[in-house]
């Protein structure tokens, strides 16, 4: 019997997907005469059996198409919004699965997707996984699929803001993605120049920001851009979260940890304003009118960078091989340019954080950026 392969993208969408789903299945298909069908909308397609061929024909033309062909969700398979209920469709998966007689299943995606794939597998499925996420915060890669090009979009906004922020002597604040970690603000803000680049790895002072801004006001710039991730936060923020996290840790019946949790979920709403009023404080701190700018899904959209196509390639083609040789149960990454078969075990539920020590936070001190601590 041919050999048939699934193959779904979940989470947040990023370009390169379509390129690694061509990958997949043009080697599969050239090298391995193995079929692929793919599954609409992540975990959800799979649940509700929702697939189409991938043949040499739904392949064609979609290297340089930005998104998904096969639409995407969050949606986890354990916990699934049907109607009004939320129910487990792991067994559903697994029937899918079955019904179509499949080798092996392939699912794109980032931090959330390697743990519902990591579930699957634990359900005895043949699962890999390629990393994708503009956030660039899945362990045992080098780099996701995506990164590149949201890299690339986040530096030209800061090439742009430049020439307006130095026209009207202005303080540009300029928030970046990534929720939790500072991979793209960091990467885009050194790349761009920025004068502040603030990453929730490192929380950050206000009044640190606005002392660099008077610093520079002193050598004669009445401008300055400051680079933000959406998941920065101040120290006075770090240590309220702490604390609310403690309580709810240490709280002995189901009331208290009710309240602890309802704390945690106001506290990280108002954080989500963190950018905007970063602007307003620091034009009151310094006396620079202050403008902000929220880049956010024009980062995700469009077509991939050639450096994404190249990895996404790279990944996908490997990651036949790997089905061809009957290794499931992985991840397909890259280090130093080799691409690394990592165990679900080892990705699923970890995430990949700026270390402290990184190269790009020394090299963006020595270039003159502040970093608000
Ligand atoms: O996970 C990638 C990401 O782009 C984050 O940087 C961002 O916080 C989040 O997705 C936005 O998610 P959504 O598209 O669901 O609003």
């Known amino acids: 019997m041919t050999k048939c392969v699934g193959v779904l993208t979940s989470g947040g969408d990023t370009p390169g997907l379509n390129a690694a789903i061509r990958a997949l299945g043009k080697a599969l298909q050239g090298c391995y005469s193995t079929q692929m069908i793919g599954f609409y909308d992540g975990f959800r397609g799979l649940a509700q059996d929702r697939s189409v061929r991938l043949d040499e024909g739904a392949l064609s033309g979609i290297l340089t198409v930005g998104g998904t062909i096969l639409g995407t969700s969050r949606d986890k398979p354990h916990k699934m919004p049907i109607g009004n209920q939320v129910l487990d469709m792991t067994e559903a998966c697994v029937q899918t699965y079955e019904r179509h007689h499949l080798d092996a299943l392939v699912c794109l995606g ?7 794939a990591m579930r699957l597998k634990e359900a005895g499925l043949n699962i890999l996984t390629l990393p994708k996420t503009i956030d660039n915060d899945v362990v045992g890669t080098d780099v996701t699929i995506g990164f590149d090009t949201a890299l690339g979009i986040a530096t030209e906004a800061i090439d742009r803001l430049h020439s307006t922020a130095t026209s009207h002597h202005r303080i540009m604040v300029v928030e970046i993605m990534g929720h939790r970690v500072g991979w793209l603000a960091l990467g885009a803000g050194i790349a761009g120049g920025a004068d502040v680049i603030l990453i929730p790895e490192i929380p950050y002072e206000v009044e640190s920001v606005a002392a660099a801004i008077r610093k520079r006001g002193r050598a004669g710039k009445r401008f300055s851009i400051i680079a933000v991730a959406e998941g920065a936060l101040t120290k006075a923020n770090v240590e309220e979260l702490h604390k609310a996290l403690a309580q709810k840790k240490s709280a002995d019946n189901k009331d208290e940890k009710k309240k602890a949790a ?64 009957g290794r499931y149960g992985v991840m397909v990454g890259t280090t130093k340019q080799e691409t690394v078969v990592v165990p679900l075990e080892e990705v699923a539920g970890n995430r990949k954080y700026v270390p402290l020590d990184h190269p790009w936070i020394d090299s963006a001190r020595r270039a003159g950026a502040a970093l608000g601590d």
Do not use: F, M, Y
């Open 110 to 116: 980032g931090g959330g997707t390697h743990k519902n």
């Open 262 to 325: 309802a704390v945690i979920d106001q506290l990280v709403t108002a954080h989500s304003h963190n950018t905007l009023r970063l602007a307003e404080q620091l034009a009151e701190l310094t006396g620079v009118e202050a403008r902000t700018t929220i880049l956010g899904h024009v980062q995700r959209g469009g077509a991939p960078s050639a450096a994404d196509r190249l990895l996404a390639t790279k990944l996908g083609t490997r990651c036949a091989s790997l089905i061809h040789e």
